[in-house]
């Protein structure tokens, strides 16, 4: 088992990384909690509920509500639907939340937990590749139509408690979506990280050494920007690389493209303006173009939406000034930082993006 902690002004955490995991999840925290909610969604549950539960000991009164398996969760009429079933079952403040799940369970059952009576404690158990980002951090968050994450907060959990083996059971379009948050780390901060992304092979057959290099090289990036930047006053912004593109045609496209496959979009356009503010420099894009080839990345359908719509979306960004959108760009790789664009340059600079793929 590998493990990193992660400090942020007020609090430290354990990130645990290894083999059959979450069978000791309940015995590997360092605090005994009388009362523990597992939230989870209808495809974790048959594989993994029973093997956590069974983890606490028996002096614990354990119970579990499960959601349905989508980004749809991340939504006011389920986030209410886990306080009543908390209240219901007796959770008080001295209870633990466990969120045992992808990325949108972090999410809700983090939000769950900070909010339960004003915030109660609360472990992540991921299982996507992707929630080596979300469950590492503190942004918990429900959507609104109007966007992503629109309503949450930060809430740190008290431990990270991911077993590799469940990302086994993980489809190809949820490898590719975790694949793209790692190559964003790597774009971030580290160039021998992106390397080794665009050598491998087909993601799901990837050595578990490969895998856990990955993820704690992910984890340590993402750690070292929380560490300084909690609540995204400054270079926490860079983690959104990719995004505000990313989450308009996620909102746009009704959340039928995963996250990642958004975000790796996202990554894509943001490459096009860093060269476009550097032009005498040159990024890696005509690689990282073949890479999302190579790995079906849904790269087309930027065509089916409307400029003007994702661009909407985007004035809406929790990044932006008040009448700029603010986008991170790259000096070059592993130098992040961002950029200020009126409204209708964005437009422009999109619409000439939009040409530029469609000749690929
Ligand atoms: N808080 C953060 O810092 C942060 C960072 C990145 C992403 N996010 C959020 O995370 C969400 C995306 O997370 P995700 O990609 O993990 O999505 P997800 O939680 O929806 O999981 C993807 C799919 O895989 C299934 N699944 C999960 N684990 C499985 C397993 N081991 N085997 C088989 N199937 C499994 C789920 O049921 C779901 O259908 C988005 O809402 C995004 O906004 C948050
Ligand atoms: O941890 C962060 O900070 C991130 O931006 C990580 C992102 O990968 C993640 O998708 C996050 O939820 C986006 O946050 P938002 O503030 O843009 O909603
Ligand atoms: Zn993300």
Redesign the pocket.
């Known amino acids: 088992m590998k493990e990193l902690r992660i400090q942020t002004e007020h609090h430290q955490y354990p990130v645990y990384i290894g083999s059959k995991l979450r069978f000791d999840v309940g015995s590997m925290l360092n605090k005994q909690y009388d009362r523990v909610l597992i939230i989870t969604d209808k495809n974790v549950e048959p594989l993994y509920l029973q093997e956590v539960l069974q983890s606490f000991p028996s002096s614990s009164q354990v119970s579990s509500f499960t959601v349905p398996a989508s980004e749809s969760s991340k939504h006011i009429d389920v986030f209410y639907q886990c306080h009543t079933y908390a209240m219901e079952n007796g959770l008080n403040r001295q209870s633990l939340i466990v969120a045992l799940g992808g ?1 949108v369970i972090g ?1 809700l059952a983090g939000f769950v937990a900070a909010t339960y009576m004003r915030g109660i404690d609360y472990i992540q158990v991921p299982t996507t590749l992707l929630a080596h ?2 469950s590492v ?1 503190g ?1 918990v ?1 429900i959507n609104h139509h109007i966007g ?2 629109m309503i ?1 907060c930060f809430h740190q959990p008290q431990a990270v408690i991911y077993d590799t083996d469940t990302l086994s059971t993980l489809s190809n379009q949820e490898w590719r979506s975790g694949m793209a ?1 790692v190559v ?1 780390h790597a774009f971030l901060a580290d160039e021998v990280l992106l390397e080794r992304c665009f050598t491998l092979p087909a993601f799901p057959s990837m050595e578990r050494d490969v895998l856990e290099y990955l993820l704690m090289r992910g984890i340590e990036i ?1 750690a070292n920007i ?1 560490a300084q930047d909690e609540r ?1 006053a400054g270079i ?1 912004r860079y ?2 690389l990719g ?1 505000t593109l990313g ?1 308009a045609l996620e909102a746009e496209a009704k959340y039928v493209l995963s ?1 990642g496959e958004a ?1 790796a979009i996202g990554i894509d356009f943001a490459l096009f303006l860093s060269q476009q503010h550097h032009p005498s420099l040159t990024f890696p894009i005509e690689r990282y173009r073949k890479w999302l080839q190579q790995h079906q990345y849904p790269t087309s359908i930027l065509h089916d939406y409307e400029i003007t719509n994702l661009v909407e979306r985007m004035k809406s ?3 932006n000034d008040q009448h700029d959108i603010r986008m991170v760009t790259l000096n070059e790789v592993g130098d992040p930082t961002t950029v200020a664009y009126k409204v209708n340059e964005i437009k422009e600079q999109l619409l000439v993006y939009k040409k530029e793929v469609s000749r690929v």
């Open positions: 990325g999410d980002d979300s951090g942004k968050a992503k994450n949450g948050e964003k993402k929380v995204e926490r983690l959104n995004h989450h996250h975000v960004d929790k990044k």
